[in-house]
């Protein structure tokens, strides 16, 4: 019913920038809170940020100044802006969205979603 998919990941020198790009598609009613997770091999999946509906957001402590989330709810889309990386083990980065959407009799449901995640690596 919905689908959440990421863009924007690569190989980025330490002190460079990335900037992530997630869309949500499908019968959407509302798109309501939205988020970056990573996960890097060996560790649990944690939380970079969040934003809700309504524009505020909340960062991981070890990437407050260094990241921006924003999102564009026309497009049913967030962004992670990611400035002043520094090398660490390769992570896939995760969008996630908590969607009011629309069944085929227009019934609303509310479900949470993940993309199928974006890899970035920032190294020398």
């Not at 649990?44 to 505020?56: D, F, N």
């Not at 996630?96 to 085929?104: F, G, I, S, W």
């Amino acid at each position: 019913q919905v689908q959440l998919v990421e863009s924007g990941g690569g190989l980025v020198q330490p002190g460079g920038s990335l900037r992530l790009s997630c869309t949500a598609s499908g019968i959407i009613f509302r798109v309501n809170a939205m988020g970056w997770y990573r996960h890097a091999p060996g560790k649990e999946r944690e939380l970079v940020a969040t934003i809700s509906s309504g524009g505020s957001t909340n960062y991981a402590d070890s990437v407050k100044g260094r990241f921006t989330i924003s999102r564009d709810n026309a497009k049913n889309m967030v962004y992670l802006q990611m400035n002043s990386l520094q090398p660490e083990s390769p992570s896939v980065y995760y969008c996630n969205a908590d969607v009011t959407y629309l069944t085929e009799r227009y019934v609303r449901g509310t479900g949470d979603y993940w993309g199928q995640g974006t890899q970035v690596t920032v190294s020398s």
